[in-house]
């Protein structure tokens, strides 16, 4: 049962991944398998650069961003970012709705 719970939130990260690569199509190029270490070098400096979010340039985006990152070599981050990324996205369409009225 824990393979079948492994093996669904890995189709469950692809999917909100490739989602996520259709709006930033730079991202999908970093996921080529010789890339572990500009993923990791690049996802630790967006998740400390989003903790520094009061500057001008920098902001809580980059954390998503970040782990996005490390979730493509960290399987345990998989289900829980997709999971996040769906909750998020479906808050954004009822604050979209709310707001258009």
Not at 49 to 77: E, F, K, N, Q, Y
Request: aromatic share 10%; hydrophobic share 50%; with cysteine.
């Amino acid at each position: 049962m824990e393979k079948d719970k492994t093996v669904t939130s890995r189709k469950r990260f692809e999917r909100e991944f490739n989602r996520v690569a259709e709006l930033a199509p730079w991202i999908d190029r970093l996921r080529q398998p010789g890339w572990f270490v500009v993923r990791l070098f690049l996802a630790l400096i967006l998740i400390v650069g989003g903790c520094l979010a009061i500057l001008p340039v920098l902001g809580l985006w980059m954390i998503p961003v970040g782990m996005l990152l490390l979730a493509i070599d960290i399987p345990a981050l998989q289900g829980p970012l997709a999971t996040l990324i769906v909750r998020g996205r479906w808050t954004w369409h009822r604050i979209r709705k709310r707001w258009r009225g």
